[in-house]
């Protein structure tokens, strides 16, 4: 594996990375979809290698933290406000997205309710188990990455009839938004990287659209810093050959049917909604909910949640427009100066892949 | 949220629990959501599940055609 991240090779893929971006015509503007993507890209300074061969890479909605709208963590408060006996479980970063009524950790909980770090959701089920007299809520974030052990997690609560346990869903998926990017046209685009784990459940059939519909190049990218190159050339080499496409330059991991099992799950637990997306705005059948069969662990049928789609953000964050790809953070006015790692204004600079913190830590100007 | 890991399954059991190796740590996994593993297969792991299966042959390939474009001379 040190091979996707020797300098030789690395140097080697930006040389015929930058007679292709020739061919094309530089700037050649493409869009990483996913925000562990933008992690690799500023981690290891492929940034400004990539921008000196001709290639400007933009972060695009690839966060599930940061666009899932306050209302979901304003509903999550709110119960936990409510209900004196809730332990509420969530993935960490969720726990400091920041809202009007502050964060599920700064928050004035009742008395007695608890919030729980979690790696996994299946920890959530053996809270569940160990707490018979009180209620767990998992707050589940995700992509289709996440989705499936989710959806798995609240099948196995149905199986034993865990009575106690209820799941909020901020579940995305990913096409969609994509589709939503380039019919606004708001940002120019020639090419994208596609998720890694997401299409490693999804396949690459979904993303095909994009080539057929909008003519647009594209490949499945994977996370060493060779697999993000390989992936920028090929995209280059399609634009080159006039043959949009989806590649596939993360075969180790990625088969083109996805995992059919996962996919299978999902569908069993899950169906479509129509979502709201942070800066994205409503997208059709963007968003999964819980089935009816399985509603009994749907907390926002079990503790009658509102999910307000209206709630605002807070003044000034323009995280909305980071994840749209048309404004890249440090040209946002409160980066860096009101809005920090240690305070953040915003979920773009609290998710260890929201485009704003891996700016901070990697690319601050 | 979705990074995810590369590691080794070191024990599988008939419920589909079992451990892997990460960077010389063991840590727990389910493996629920793949069809077929064994022990010393590796395998990408997130939020505690084994979701895709490494394939050794395919990673042979990209690293060639990466030493392939990363030589190719200038024209």
Same mark, same amino acid.
């Given at each position: ?5 020797? &300098?030789k090779?690395?140097?080697? %893929? ?6 292709r ?14 925000? !562990?993507?933008?992690? !690799? $890209?500023?981690r ?10 001709g290639?400007?890479? !933009?972060?695009?909605?690839? *966060?599930?933290? *940061? $666009?899932?709208p ?10 936990? !406000? ?67 052990? $989710?959806?798995l ?18 579940? +995305?998926? $990913?096409?969609?938004? %994509?589709?939503?990017? %380039?019919?606004?046209?708001?940002v120019?685009l ?10 490693a459940?999804?396949?690459l059939?979904?993303?095909?659209f =994009? ?16 697999d ?13 050959? #006039? #043959?949009?496409? =989806? ?21 069993e =637990? ?6 709201? +997306? ?23 049928? #079990?503790?009658?949640? #509102? ?11 323009? *995280? ?7 404004l890249?953070?440090? %040209? *946002?006015?409160?980066?860096? &100066? ?19 913190? =891996? ?7 | 949220?979705?990074?995810?890991? /590369? ?12 451990? @892997? ?15 077929e593993?064994? /022990?010393?297969?590796? @395998? ?24 392939e474009l990363?030589?190719?001379?200038? /024209?």
């Open positions: 594996m040190k091979e996707f991240r020797d &300098r090779v690395l140097a080697g %893929l930006l040389r015929s990375i930058g007679r971006a020739e061919q094309v015509g530089p700037p050649v503007r493409m869009m990483e979809v996913c925000g !562990t993507h933008t992690m !690799t $890209i500023h290891f300074g492929l940034q400004p290698l990539l921008e000196k061969a290639v400007v890479m !933009t972060s695009g909605p690839g *966060c599930p933290v *940061c $666009i899932t306050d209302a979901y963590h304003e509903a999550a408060i709110g119960l936990m !406000t409510r209900r004196p006996d809730t332990i509420l479980a969530t993935f960490g970063d969720m726990t400091r997205v920041p809202t009007r009524q502050g964060s599920l950790q700064t928050a004035i909980p009742a008395q007695g309710s608890r919030l729980k770090i979690v790696y996994s959701p299946q920890e959530v089920l053996e809270t569940a188990r160990q707490n018979p007299g009180r209620e767990v809520v998992f707050f589940g974030v995700g992509f289709e990455t996440t989705i499936p052990s $989710i959806a997690t609240v099948k196995q609560a149905a199986q034993e009839q865990l009575s106690n346990f209820s799941v909020l869903s901020a579940l +995305w998926i $990913i096409p969609p938004p %994509l589709r939503a990017i %380039l019919e606004s046209g708001e120019r020639q090419g994208f990287l596609y998720p890694g784990h997401v299409s459940i999804i396949g059939r979904p993303y095909a =994009v080539a057929e519909e909008f003519g647009l190049a594209g490949a499945v990218a994977g996370f060493e810093p060779a993000i190159l390989l992936a920028v050339s090929s995209v280059l080499d399609q634009i080159i050959r #006039k #043959k949009p496409a =989806v590649a596939n330059e993360y075969s180790r991991v990625v088969r083109e049917e996805g995992n059919p099992r996962a996919r299978a799950l999902m569908e =637990v899950l169906e479509l909604k129509d979502a709201h +997306w942070r800066g994205l705005g409503l997208i059709p059948k963007s968003g999964l909910k819980i089935k009816d069969s399985f509603g009994a662990w749907d907390a926002e049928k #079990k503790h009658g949640l #509102k999910l307000d789609p209206g709630s605002a953000e807070l003044p000034g964050c323009r *995280c909305g427009e980071v994840l749209r790809g048309v890249a953070p440090p %040209l *946002c006015g409160l980066f860096g &100066r009101k809005c920090r790692p240690e305070s953040p204004l915003g979920p773009c600079m609290v998710s260890l892949e929201g485009a704003c913190l =891996v700016y901070y830590k990697y690319s601050r100007p | 949220m979705c990074l995810a890991v /590369p590691a080794k399954i070191v024990s599988l059991d008939e419920s589909r629990q079992g451990e @892997v190796d990460y960077l010389g740590t063991r840590v727990k996994a389910n493996f629920m959501l793949l069809e593993a064994k /022990p010393g297969d590796w @395998v990408i792991v997130h939020a505690g599940f084994a979701i895709s299966r490494m394939d050794e042959e395919e990673a042979q390939e990209t690293l060639s055609l990466l030493r990363a030589s190719a001379q200038d /024209p």
